[in-house]
């Protein structure tokens, strides 16, 4: 009897643990970087809740993480030009996007 004992607890350990090493987390996971294609430094950059500090001419910036969903882009220039804009990014696992600041300033997302 102690041997069915014994195999039951061996047989259900296992099986825990292969449960929980199945069970890997599927939350979103959505980084950022700016291409800032406008003719000016944008300054205070942010994208939801990601600041990009100043974002020189023609530069591009590391990744940083943003929430899932819609994210407001704010920022201005030396002029006082306002860039402006709402990107959505979306999907389970891992995803990394490069938002354009185009010369025209518009804001264009694509995902990498």
């Given at each position: 009897?102690?041997n ?63 929430n ?45």
């Open positions: 009897m102690r069915y004992i014994y195999k039951f607890a061996v047989v259900v350990l296992v099986l825990g643990i292969l449960l929980n090493a199945c069970s890997k987390s599927t939350d979103p996971d959505h980084s950022i970087r700016i291409k800032n294609e406008y003719a000016e430094t944008i300054n205070n950059l942010k994208v939801g809740p990601a600041n990009y500090g100043n974002v020189i001419s023609g530069s591009l910036t590391g990744y940083i993480h943003v899932e969903g819609a994210n407001i882009v704010s920022g201005s220039t030396s002029l006082g030009v306002v860039i402006s804009g709402t990107v959505s990014v979306s999907g389970k696992g891992t995803h990394r996007w490069t938002l354009t600041i185009q010369s025209t300033g518009n804001v264009v997302i694509n995902e990498d």
